[in-house]
């Protein structure tokens, strides 16, 4: 899990307690001078106090530096949440010897427990002086929860002759729902570009990505991405045409690491794209296919490999769109298993199964309604999902 | 499970063989005059065959049969299905010797596969000769799919000195979410009345029982619930004082069967309302107790017995309602666990494990906002649901 060197910027990850399983738990990114940036945060009323702090300090357009801890989700912690929080960012500006205001913070873990800000004084100095230009894996290990893998993406791209570099870490495994569904992900980037032109190209991507994914229908009250540009690689957007090229760059980073996400959900065992076509609006296309990508009984027969159509026609029919039956098509890959109201019977029961067997495939339901489409990730929901959730505290 | 007699129907139930185990699968009602009929039924946009041709014939007001089949749901099976929901009536009305367009029809079990008619025909003569006043047992036990036990609530009320019964019989286990969310609920009462009585009676208890559990968030494409009066009571409902007598029987009948479908949802172990007081509106307050009561992440916390408040209180934040996190209380039965921002700590924690090792409690969330209410019935997510799931056609 190389990436490409992200000119300014430096990472790193340790073990400061938080999990009791003493894994890494406290990640911290810094940038050499301060970087221009942006983030897009969770809808969820409930907000845990990195988010509340991170919305008010990410006016200024600048960041510095990032410290995102897992075990703990600092959220339901009242007052006492919000000076762990800013004693969090404090910390690591006197380790960097940087404004305290240009740290933002990011927590995942167990909402409702305060958070241990001892534990994280006492190993910031040595997180501080870790800090290494290929320290992004590190630091996304120290950003996992119940995820079994690190998620790291890197691409480099180029503008107007000159090459430039985003490297995104991101952690998800539950709690994952096509609502801005992110949990956490911190985006580095050496192009130039103002605050304004971060912000749209993240929200785009986002759109693009976090939010066309789900695991469990439930949003966190953590939620937050963040994208911070040092402009160091001296390629520079400067108009709509270099957005473009930086935005399309951005969302195939944002869009692996969404897929990553899915891949690793709880308990989850394949991939699936849930894909409405034949729609007569985007929104109606979206509707469709986050109740399919949701059910949880269509969830449950891709675990078990069961070609089970019904449910998923079933799950189309009572997600508020006037749909009919009779002008449905359902495929799995290619092969069409259900139109014209009924089955297609054993032989595309048959290719089916064998497709079913696969960790990624695509389920198609073309309403033959209109010209509009839309795509949602999901995977399985297996035995397993519910004995991680059953004991997530314990 | 002795129910009370109700004047003018017999039930009961055989073994068909539409189920592979060779239970009971096929169920019939039978009244001795045509009966007042109304029924409800499912809102989703997928309708079973059976589905269609009871809103058809129910227009009329008058029902003298019912043929509910397990084992298939006769779903997605094009005009053959429809055909088949006929010849099913007709060969009831044939052994019962009445006419068919007096005979209604339910189906619940797989989706998307061929009604074996051949098979009804082949025990309707005997099931229709075994008929008896108290086989509603049989009946109950002829519809069952997952359920672990046959759901059968008889009760017994009084208008203007006349004594009068009413019995139903239901099914559900899976599929069931809190819209119109029944599956097949069968009810008889020998009051008298008319269609219009009966059907505005049917809906408000619909509303105050099925509409109000939940057990995985999917709506079935067979939702039936239908009440038949024979009159023979002597009981009559004459005006609004009479039909509010009969209605509150009547929702008694429905919301002890639906208690008893979410206790024994699948793979379910415990029984759990979820309230929500102190909301704007009601449907504020409905809107919040359905994300709880819905989110996985609270069921399978529920499964795993965890205090884990902070899932509550994230479900209450992503449902769309304005609520102030701060404002909010959380308790299990009458143990405050979160209030002001913050959990109450370890011994409130303490008093809450007790209280998640029963096997029915209470979870209520009061937003101070107002002084609206709505309760949710739910249960438990556990791994036996997923395994119920995963391999449910094979």
């Not at 994280?120 to 119940?146: H, N, R, W, Y």
């Not at 992900?185 to 190209?201: E, K, R, S």
């Not at 402009?231 to 108009?239: D, P």
């Not at 394949?270 to 985007?282: D, F, I, N, P, T």
């Amino acid at each position: 899990m190389e990436t490409y060197p992200c000119k300014g910027f430096r990472a790193a990850g340790v073990a400061a307690g938080l999990k009791k399983n003493g894994h890494k738990d406290l990640g911290l990114i810094a940038s050499t001078t301060p970087a221009v940036a942006a983030g897009v945060f969770t809808q969820n009323r409930v907000q845990a106090a990195p988010v509340m702090l991170d919305r008010e300090r990410i006016r200024s357009g600048l960041c510095q530096a990032v410290v995102a801890n897992s075990g703990n989700a600092n959220c339901c912690t009242g007052e006492a949440g919000m000076q762990a929080a800013r004693e969090t960012a404090r910390l690591a500006a006197s380790a960097l010897g940087i404004s305290e205001d240009l740290v933002l913070v990011a927590s995942t873990g167990v909402i409702g427990q305060p958070l241990p800000v001892d534990k994280i004084g006492g190993v910031m100095p040595s997180l501080a002086a870790s800090l290494q230009p290929d320290g992004f894996k590190t630091f996304a290990e120290a950003i996992m929860t119940t995820d079994t893998v690190p998620k790291l993406i890197s691409r480099e791209g180029m503008l107007a002759g000159k090459p430039f570099t985003i490297v995104g870490a991101a952690k998800g495994a539950g709690m994952i729902a096509p609502n801005m569904a992110t949990l956490l992900c911190f985006v580095c980037t050496d192009i130039g570009a103002t605050a304004d032109q971060l912000h749209a190209c993240l929200s785009e991507s986002v759109q693009q990505s976090f939010n066309r994914i789900t695991v469990d229908g439930d949003t966190s009250t953590n939620d937050t991405a963040l994208i911070l540009a040092s402009g160091l690689s001296g390629a520079v957007i400067r108009g709509a045409d270099d957005q473009a090229v930086f935005q399309k760059v951005l969302s195939g980073v944002l869009i692996d690491l969404a897929k990553l996400l899915v891949k690793d959900g709880e308990g989850a065992t394949k991939l699936v794209e849930v894909c409405v076509k034949g729609a007569a609006s985007e929104g109606d296309a979206r509707k469709i296919a986050d109740t399919v990508a949701n059910s949880n009984l269509v969830k449950t027969a891709i675990f078990g490999e069961d070609a089970n159509w019904g449910r998923i026609l079933a799950a189309a029919g009572r997600s508020g769109v006037a749909l009919d039956p009779n002008r449905t098509d359902i495929f799995f890959n290619d092969v069409l298993m259900f139109s014209e109201g009924s089955g297609r019977g054993a032989a595309a029961e048959d290719e089916v199964s064998r497709i079913l067997k696969r960790p990624e495939f695509v389920i198609t339901v073309d309403i033959h309604d209109g010209d509009c489409r839309s795509s949602v990730w999901t995977c399985d929901f297996s035995v397993d999902y519910v004995r991680i959730n059953a004991d997530y505290r314990s």
